[in-house]
């Protein structure tokens, strides 16, 4: 018998990994505190206010760029897109540990990820993103969403600007607010989970967000 095709040879069980996957199956969201550490936080955070600053950032559309279109009354944040080719000293490490999951993902729950997209977001006090669900209407390769918050150490609940999730249950649903808390990653299903971002009372919400694509 040919043993060598049923070795797992570099395969390292991870069970941080492990805990997503178990969570995305049973609630189709799984929340990461400290996916990043507040190191890793301070560099993405300062790469952000530099592009920021560089005056790149876009206020955010609907839609996608097929029929895309910039509304205050459903979102206020400023967007900019980070391209991996050209990724910043301090946004390779951001894809390194997304890609690390990622791979973990299609290796164990055969997700077929072949494609990610990020965008770094501000969203200044009295901002926010009505409820809404992450695919297009002309595009359904969002596979699942995923939010890196890039606020700092000083940031607070009364700052609002809460992650609002809305899970079925029964025959309503349950509201769950997740504070955008720094080193916090969040994970949902992009065509299942109805979400809002509730609007920022005091300081500017940061972030990067993306999504995990099928194809
Ligand atoms: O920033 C968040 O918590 C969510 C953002 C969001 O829903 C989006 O950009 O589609
Ligand atoms: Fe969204």
Not at 1 to 18: H, K, R, S
Not at 35 to 64: P, T, W
Not at 85 to 102: G, H, S, T, W, Y
Not at 113 to 125: S, W
Request: aromatic fraction near 12%; glycine fraction near 4%.
């Amino acid at each position: 018998m040919n043993t060598q095709l049923f070795e797992q040879v570099d395969f390292i069980e991870n069970p941080a990994y492990e805990q997503v996957i178990t969570d995305l199956l049973e609630c189709n969201y799984a929340i990461v505190d400290d996916f990043f550490s507040s190191e890793e936080i301070d560099e993405l955070r300062q790469s952000l206010k530099e592009v920021y600053e560089a005056d790149s950032f876009k206020k955010a559309a609907i839609g996608n760029k097929f029929n895309e279109e910039t509304d205050k009354t459903i979102r206020g944040d400023f967007i900019k897109w980070i391209n991996e080719a050209e990724a910043r000293p301090k946004e390779r490490l951001f894809f390194e540990k997304i890609n690390d999951l990622v791979a973990y993902l299609n290796r164990t729950c055969f997700l077929g990820i072949l494609q990610t997209e990020f965008h770094y977001a501000i969203y200044p006090k009295g901002t926010f993103y009505k409820r809404h669900l992450d695919t297009f209407q002309n595009d359904d390769r969002r596979k699942l969403s995923m939010v890196c918050y890039l606020n700092d150490d000083s940031w607070v609940a009364s700052n609002g600007g809460e992650l609002t999730i809305y899970l079925p249950e029964g025959n309503g649903e349950r509201a769950l607010d997740i504070i955008p808390k720094p080193g916090r990653v969040v994970i949902f299903e992009s065509q299942i989970l109805e979400h809002e971002v509730k609007p920022v009372l005091a300081s500017e919400r940061l972030s990067i967000t993306g999504w995990l694509k099928t194809r």
